[in-house]
Each structure stands twice: as C-alpha cells, then as structure tokens.
C-alpha cells in the first residue's frame, strides 16, 4: 500500500463524505486490510535538538543532560546501531534567555533560505540555520539525518503536542500513537500544520522525518519539574520505539486523531498604535483543543465587552494564547479534527534496503 | 463552554499519577487555604466580585481605641498608578494604557491620580527591561549621580522619575505610588509592603483584604537590610506594590488582569475615603516577612543542576518544614529544606529571578499592629 493511496483515502476520511466517495475510489477498500506492513528504511540517525528557542527551557536542560549521559562512556555504545545526536539549536539565544537573538530560528530553514546568498551581516539565526542545515541535512538530500525531534515549550495549556508538517509521514504517526499508549494519562494531540502548498520552514524539517515536541503550559524562561518530566519521559519512549522499529517489531496499523490547522486568529488591535485592545476571554483561556462553537465567547476587551466567534464553522481551538506570538499576530489557532487510518508499518531488512535502494523517493 | 475554570490539564491530571507524599502543614491548615482561595481569586474572578461587591463603609464605634489615640496623617492627594516597571509584565501596562487613553474609573474626589507607563523602551521591545533593571534602580547613589547620557537607560529614567514623582525622601515626593507587576509565581494577589511602620498602608492593606472576601490578598512585607531593594514605588512617601500571578512573561490572561484591576478600585477607594474625613480605626494586618532567598543548586560553572521540586512547585504562601522536598536534580534526586524551621515560601519560580540567583524567597508569618489613622 503507497503512501500516496492511503493520503489519498484519508483525505475521503470525513465521515459525511466517506458513503458518497467510497464508491469512486481509486482503489478497493478491501485493500485497507493490509497484511503486509509498509516496509520504510532503518532509522539509523536520529537528533534531538533543543533550545531552538532561547527561553523554552525543558529541552535545553534536556539536551544538556543527554549530552551529559553521552560523555559517559558506555557498555552499550558498540551494540548501538541508532546514532543520537543531541544539538543545542540556539546557543546565543540560550545564554541570553531570549527566544532569538535577531530572527526566529525556527522560520529559517526553507530551501531559499538555507541556500540563498549572504548578505553583508546576515542575522545570526540565518547562519545558525545553515550551519545546523550542514550538521543535520542538508535538506532533502540523502545524507540528512532520518528523524529531527524537535523539543519546545508553549504558554498554551496543550499538554503534549506532536507539531508536524506532514499528515502522512507514518514514522511520526506510529512514535505519537506509541507515545500515547505509553504515557496514557497524558493529554496528548498531534497537530498538523501542512495543509497549504507551502515548504515547511521549522527545524525539523531537515531531517528525512521530523516532528516538534511541544509542551505546555509552562511560562518562558522557567523550568518545571513536571513539564520536564513529560518532556524526558517523551523523548525516552522516542528513542525506544526507534529501537523497537530498527530490530524489525512490526507496529500495527490503526487510528489516529490528528488536528489540522485551518487558520489563526489575532488579536483585536488598535488601528493607530497596533496594541492590543483585548485579551482571551477567561471562557477560552486554557480551553485548547476544545470546540469553539460560532458565538462562543472569544476575546475579552479592556472595557469589559465580550467579542464573540464569527465564524461559521466549529473548529478546535489550540495555541490559545501564546505569549511568544501577540508579535506574530497570532491570539489563538483553529484546526478541524480528522480521524487517519495508519498502516503498519516494519523496518527494511538489510537486503531489502540494499535490493530497494532509496525507498523513501519512491514513495514520495 | 461552561462555568468554571480549568486548572493545567497537565497539571491536574500529574496530581493524579504523582505518588502520594505526606502531607505537608498538618498543623497549619489554615494556610493551605490560602493558597486555595488564591487560586479561587483568579479563577472565579470575573463572576464572584466584579462590580458586585459594596464593602460596608467602616465606622467608628464611640470609646473605641485598641491602641492609643488615632493618627493624624496628611492627604493622600498626589497619587500615581505605574504600569511596565518590567516591561514583559502585562497586566500593568494594559491597564496603565488603558487609563492614559481613558481616566474615569480612577477618578476619586479627593485625589490626582495620574498613570504613568515607567520603562516604555521595555515595554515596547516586551522585555523585562532594556540595560539594567528599573526597579532595582532607586539607589540614593543612581539617583544622586550626575552626568549621564553614559548611563544606562534605566538608571537615567529613575532619574528622570524621580524628578517627577519625587524627589525620593522629601516633603515634594507624591504621596502613594501603586506599582503593578506580574509573576510567573503561583502568588495570587500579593501587596507588598516595605515598612512595618506605614500605617496609612497597613490600613489600605487592611480594607482592600476586607474588601475582597471570601477572596483573598496577602501581604509580602520587604524590610530585610539586605533583601530589601530600592524600587520604582519607594519614591513616593506610601510605596504599594501589587504582584498578581501566576501569569507568563509577555501575556495577558483575562482573569489576572480582573484581579489587579478590582484590587486597584478598592485602594483608590480607599484613599476617596480617608481624604474625605473617615477614622480608621486600629486595626491588626497579618504579613509574611521576607527572611530569606534560596538559590538553585548549581555547579562549578554557576548552571541549575536541579528544578524546584513537584511538591513545592506552585505551593506559594504553603508551609515548608525541615525536611521537605525543595529541589529535584534533573536525575530525579530530591533536595530536602534544611531551614531549622517551619518558613512560608514564595516567588517560587519566578522566571526573572534565575539570573538574580533566586528560586524562591522564604518568609515569617507576623500579625503587625497598625494605628488608628485620619486625614489631619
């Protein structure tokens, strides 16, 4: 089964739509009920990289730890067929506890930037990015690693959140529906962002799969200990399930819930100064990833009135307050949920992967 | 989409797989409840006293004197309200702004009150400030520096403040100044207090508590000779300081700004009332003193080596003893208080006060006396 026919099914996947397209379909449904695992390449480099931004501090003190557990040296490192590498994404932004020193680094690795001409004094981040590009990619190329996690912090209320540009990269898929299976009480949403035609900008995008991991509530520049817990314990399960998947388990397919953006919302703000002229309704705040129905109350102004969802259709609301993005124009976020069906998916074989080539093109 | 409010889903539902630890404060339940009517302030804000609750006018029972004769105190006429001190914290530069551009809600006979953004260049990058911080600043020594366009920008704004809403220490400095400020801190509403001694603030402290019941505001009192710094506020011959949290740097929560705005109204009313004439009569304000500021553990290179522990985390204004949790190291040790006593701490994981070498400040309770006080 390709990965092109099951996108293309899961798009059918609207339940109102599903009994007036299944009948022209491309293929029988039948074919659904795969017995045969989707093989994908061995995942032999992996990088976890933090503090992509300066002030999101669970996964810079992660990554400072698993650097630290990589210095020791140990009994396992010659029976390791995965490689880790862990980046420090950010360093000048972490020293001074800033989300980014001259420009977000996580909108900086699109193609045209990453290989477009330097400028006189170009922003520290433009050249961080191509460095990292260097270190973890190049982008689309063979040499890239095979999976970028990502690790950040919200001030959104959102649990653990996988943020991903594709909806159909099943490497990511099958570590979230793992991730949930082992940290049940956990709420825990995979977030899709990709529905437009446009190149994926963010850092995990270098790798041959990439996911963030984003974790909140927590305010920036601080360290919980709960937070930090979740965000290790996440990463654990990763790097677990990328062993599983490396000595061949066979992880089957299934459901996954995913929420794809449809648009964002901003702020109502005064036309001459642009400041802000409300805030989030206290119904909203904290609410993410429940439905915001038309009407709902969604914005509350400083001189008590409450502005309401003008919207038509109800939509999951996410990001709901950010603190990171009132610069970015961004109060709130809005995605449809979708139910995807994932296929199972095993490892390539030795063989396979030598008599195959670079599955990974073919099926894209 | 209903009626209350949620705590952090990641939060609540960790209580539940947290293992049970024995309970801390057995013999002081009371303050535990603090703590939960600060977090029902600031979740139930908007609905439980917004523009519903009238406070009974206090009156002066005939014969009444607890602690002497009363006070007589000059009027509070010069009052200002400041917002952006730091300028990431939100709340205070909202409502600030929002008296600039409109001033009706705080008008009070009696009174000039003027807001007053202190530190725009911070507010407008969203910093918490741009060379050094501004409410550190009102040192007698920056204040009396001369020369200047050499200096930092915020020591040259104390200046400039200074020369406005004082001159600190003298017969011409205004009369009060509220100075609004947010904190990542599980705090609740916080007034703080710089001497023991103000008794026109203690009874302003004192009414706004009364004033807001079943809800409730604590008193932080900073007289430490070491621990106590020279703020923006200490200008004025009355300094309050309001800390509302918790709230992240460089957001606005709806429920967070309600809280400062409705604490605000009462002390403006207030200070209508004693300018107008009314006794207060004596009164006992109970505070928390500053005592002490506990720093990460760190290593050799000055780096955290350990997060404030799950059971301290968020517990603000709760009793620490000897031999509780404090710290947990990133491996997961725990790091027990070894203080000799039973201390209340707070500012407990405030984000601006990692590189102050600071993960929370630990206080005593004290219940202070304060004066009769009238308008002379």
Redo the contacts between chains.
């Keep these: 089964m390709s990965q092109v026919r099951l996108s293309i099914f899961n798009s059918f996947l609207n339940p109102k739509l599903f009994t007036l397209f299944s009948a022209s379909l491309p293929f029988p449904l039948s074919q659904m009920d795969v017995d045969e695992p989707v093989c994908l390449p061995r995942l032999s480099r992996v990088a976890v990289c933090g503090g992509t931004h300066g002030n999101e501090l669970s996964g810079v003190?992660l990554v400072?730890?698993l650097l630290k557990l990589q210095r020791r040296p140990s009994e396992d490192d010659d029976e390791e067929p995965t490689s880790l590498l862990t980046v420090l994404s950010n360093p000048r932004a972490v020293q001074q506890?800033r989300r980014y020193t001259d420009t977000d680094l996580n909108r900086c690795f699109t193609l045209a930037t990453l290989n477009g001409p330097t400028s006189d004094s170009p922003p520290y981040e433009i050249l961080r990015a191509r460095e990292l590009n260097a270190m973890l990619g190049p982008k689309g190329g063979p040499g890239a690693v095979d999976l970028v996690c990502d690790l950040h912090n919200t001030?959104a209320?959102m649990?653990?959140c996988f943020i991903a540009y594709s909806d159909c990269d099943w490497i990511c898929l099958h570590i979230f529906k793992y991730l949930q299976r082992q940290m049940p009480?956990?709420?825990m949403r995979f977030v899709h962002l990709g529905s437009s035609e446009k190149e994926s900008y963010s850092l995990d995008s270098v790798g041959k799969h990439g996911f963030a991991m984003e974790?909140?509530?927590?305010?920036?520049?601080?360290?919980?200990?709960?937070?930090?817990?979740?965000m290790n314990a996440g990463v654990q399960h990763m790097l677990d399930w990328v062993r599983l998947f490396n000595s061949g388990a066979v992880f089957e397919g299934g459901f996954v819930d995913v929420f794809t953006l449809v648009k964002n919302i901003d702020y109502p703000r005064d036309e001459k100064t642009h400041?802000?002229t409300a805030?989030?309704?206290?119904?909203?705040?904290?609410?993410?990833f429940?439905l915001l129905r038309p009407h709902?109350?969604l914005f509350?102004t400083?001189?008590g009135e409450t502005l309401r969802y003008s919207g038509s259709e109800p939509l999951y609301a996410f990001f709901i307050?950010e603190?990171?993005y009132?610069?970015k124009g961004i109060a709130l976020s809005l995605a449809r949920k979708r139910r995807l069906v994932i296929p199972a998916i095993r490892a390539q074989t030795e063989e396979e992967e030598q008599a195959r080539g670079f599955t990974s093109e073919e099926e894209e | 989409?209903?009626q209350s409010?949620?705590r952090?889903?990641?939060?609540s539902?960790?209580s539940?797989?947290r293992q049970q630890q024995p309970r801390r404060g057995v013999l002081r339940k009371d303050a535990a409840a603090f703590k939960q009517r600060g977090w029902k302030l600031f979740h139930c804000?908007?609905s439980s006293f917004v523009g519903v609750h009238t406070p009974p006018r206090p009156s002066v029972l005939p014969g009444m004197s607890l602690h002497g004769s009363t006070a007589r105190l000059s009027e509070a006429r010069r009052v200002a309200i400041f917002g952006g001190t730091h300028g990431n914290e939100m709340s205070g530069v909202?409502?600030v702004?929002?008296w600039i551009k409109?001033g009706a809600d705080i008008q009070r006979r009696g009174a000039d009150i003027k807001p007053f953004i202190t530190n725009p260049r911070a507010v407008e990058k969203?910093v918490r400030y741009v060379d050094t911080d501004l409410n550190r600043a009102f040192t007698h020594e920056n204040l009396s520096a001369s020369g200047g366009d050499e200096f930092p920008y915020e020591v040259r704004r104390a200046q400039e403040i200074n020369r406005m809403f004082g001159p600190k220490g003298s017969p011409e400095a205004y009369d009060v100044i509220f100075d609004l400020h947010n904190t990542?801190s599980n705090m609740g509403c916080t007034l703080i207090l710089e001497s023991s001694k103000d008794h026109f603030n203690l009874q302003m402290m004192n009414y706004i508590k009364k004033a807001i019941s079943p809800a409730s505001c604590l008193v932080l009192l900073n007289e430490h000779p070491l621990l106590k710094y020279s703020t923006s506020r200490s200008v004025a011959k009355h300094p309050v300081g309001l800390e509302v949290g918790?709230?992240?740097?460089?957001?606005?929560?709806?429920?967070i700004?309600?809280a400062m705005r409705v604490i605000l109204k009462h002390a403006l009313d207030f200070i209508e009332l004693f300018n107008e004439g009314m006794e207060f009569p004596p009164c006992t304000v109970e505070v928390f003193r500053v005592s002490e500021r506990i720093d990460y553990p760190r290593d050799a290179n000055g780096?955290?080596i350990a997060?404030?522990?799950?059971n301290l985390?968020d517990c603000d204004w709760e009793p620490l003893n000897p031999g509780d949790p404090m710290f947990?190291t990133?491996?997961g040790k725990t790091i027990p208080y070894q203080g000799s006593c039973t201390v209340y701490p707070t500012f407990i994981?405030?984000?601006?006060y990692?590189?102050k070498q600071q993960a929370f400040v630990t206080t005593r309770r004290e219940t202070l006396a304060a004066s009769g006080i009238r308008k002379a």
Excluded: K
């Design positions: 003190y400072r730890e506890g001030t209320n649990g653990l009480d956990v709420p974790i909140g509530p927590q305010p920036h520049g601080v360290v919980r200990s709960d937070i930090y817990g979740l400041n802000i805030a989030v309704h206290s119904h909203l705040q904290d609410r993410d429940c709902d109350p509350q400083f001189s307050n603190g990171s009132y610069e | 989409m209903g409010e949620p952090s889903q990641v939060s539902l960790l539940l797989t804000r908007v909202a409502l702004n929002l409109n969203c990542t918790p709230q992240p740097q460089g957001v606005l929560r709806s429920n700004f309600e780096n955290i997060m404030v522990h799950p985390q947990q990133f491996d994981n405030e984000a601006a990692y590189e």
